[in-house]
C-alpha cells in the first residue's frame, strides 16, 4: 500500500489521478480504521489530506459557510457555537462520540461514511449542504448532499473523487435560530437512535414566520418534514398545542418510514425527543 500525503490541492489531484477502485481517503480515521480491521478495505492507495491546511478550516463568511474536510468536531462545534443559524451543526458535532473521537472526527468523514446514524446527516440535509469534490483532472464540483448520499454506507463519489469541503450559503438561514437533539443508547458517547434538527425564524410578533426540520437515524437517509413545517408557521414555540401538533407529525413520519422492528420505541421516542428540541429552540430566541 502506498501512503500519500499532499501538500497542496494540485498534489491532491495528482494523487487522485493514480486512484483505482481500492484507493481510499483517510480523514479522522475514527470509521476507516475500525472498518479496515474488520477487512472491509484492503487499499492499493491510502491518501490523507491533512497536510493541505486550508481543509482544517471552518469558513462563515456573509455569502456561505465552508467546513474544511479535515477540520474536526472540536473545531467545527468551537467556530459554531456562536452562530445561531448554524448552532444545529455545532450541536451535533459536540455530540459526536467522546473528546477523544471529537479531536479527529470529520464533518466530509461522516458524510462519506453515509452511515444513517450519522449525525451530520440530519443537519447537512437542513441547510441544503453541498459536497465539494476535487477531481484527479484538478476540477471541482459542488453535488447537493441529499444527491451524494444514495443510501447506506453508499455515496456517489468516484474513484479519482475526494471530498474537500461542505459548502452551505448563508443568505437563506439570515436570522434563523438552529438546534439538533439525539437520543442514543445511554447519555454519552452513543450512536443515534434518532436525531432531529430544526431551524426557524420568528417574526415581529414572535410568531414563527418560517420553519424547516429534518429527521435522522429513521430512514436510510434523512427525512425532511414539510407537514410540521407548515403546521409551525404562524405559531409560538411556547404554544403547548403545537408541540402536541408537530410530535404527532413526526411520530407519523417515524411511524411510516422506519423498519418494522424498530417502528414502537422510535415512534415513542419521538414525543421526548420533539419536547427537548422545543426546548433548546426557546432557549435561544
Ligand atoms: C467510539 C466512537 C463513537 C462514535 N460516535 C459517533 C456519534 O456519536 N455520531 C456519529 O455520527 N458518528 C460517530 N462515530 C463515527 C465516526 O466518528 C464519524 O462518522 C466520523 O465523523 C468519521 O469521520 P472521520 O474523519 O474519522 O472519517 P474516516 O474514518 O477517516 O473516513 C470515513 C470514510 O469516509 C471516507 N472519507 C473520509 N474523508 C474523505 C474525503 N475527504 N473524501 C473522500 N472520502 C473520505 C473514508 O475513505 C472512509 O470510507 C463514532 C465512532 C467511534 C469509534
Known amino acids: 500500500m502506498r501512503c500519500l500525503m499532499p501538500r497542496t490541492l494540485e498534489e491532491m489531484a495528482d494523487a487522485l ?145 475526494a471530498v474537500i469541503s461542505v459548502v452551505m450559503n448563508c443568505g437563506p438561514w439570515d436570522g434563523f435560530i438552529s438546534a439538533f437533539k439525539k437520543i442514543g443508547s445511554r447519555e454519552r458517547v452513543s450512536i443515534s437512535r434518532e436525531g432531529m434538527a430544526a431551524c426557524v425564524r420568528l417574526g415581529k410578533d414572535g410568531a414563527i414566520a418560517q420553519a424547516r426540520l429534518t429527521l435522522g437515524a429513521v430512514a436510510s437517509t434523512p427525512l425532511r418534514i414539510p407537514e410540521a413545517e407548515v403546521l409551525m408557521e404562524g405559531r409560538h414555540l411556547e404554544d403547548g398545542e403545537l408541540l402536541a401538533d408537530v410530535t404527532k407529525v413526526v411520530a407519523r413520519t417515524i411511524h411510516d418510514h422506519c423498519r418494522p422492528a424498530n417502528r414502537q420505541y422510535k415512534t415513542e421516542a419521538a414525543r421526548g425527543l420533539t419536547a427537548d428540541l422545543f426546548t433548546l429552540l426557546r432557549e435561544r430566541i
Request: hydrophobic letters at 40%; glycine letters at 10%.
Open 17 to 161: 489521478s493514480g486512484f483505482t477502485e481500492k484507493s481510499k481517503v483517510i480523514a479522522g480515521g475514527t470509521d476507516y480504521v475500525i472498518q479496515a480491521r474488520r477487512g472491509k478495505f484492503d487499499p492499493d492507495i491510502l491518501l490523507y489530506p491533512g497536510m493541505i491546511p486550508a481543509l482544517h478550516k471552518v469558513r462563515r463568511g456573509e455569502r456561505e459557510l465552508r467546513v474544511g474536510a479535515m477540520a474536526t468536531m472540536q473545531e467545527i462545534s468551537r467556530a459554531l457555537e456562536g452562530d445561531p443559524a448554524f448552532r444545529a451543526i455545532a450541536d451535533a458535532a459536540s455530540d459526536v462520540g467522546s473528546p477523544q473521537i471529537r479531536n479527529k472526527a470529520t464533518m466530509a468523514g461522516n458524510l462519506c461514511n453515509a452511515s444513517p446514524a450519522g449525525d451530520m446527516l440530519p443537519v447537512s440535509w437542513l441547510y441544503d449542504a453541498e459536497v465539494e469534490l476535487l477531481c484527479a483532472d484538478g476540477s471541482i464540483c459542488l453535488v447537493p448532499v441529499s444527491e451524494f448520499i444514495v443510501g447506506p454506507q453508499k455515496t456517489a463519489l468516484k474513484p479519482g473523487q
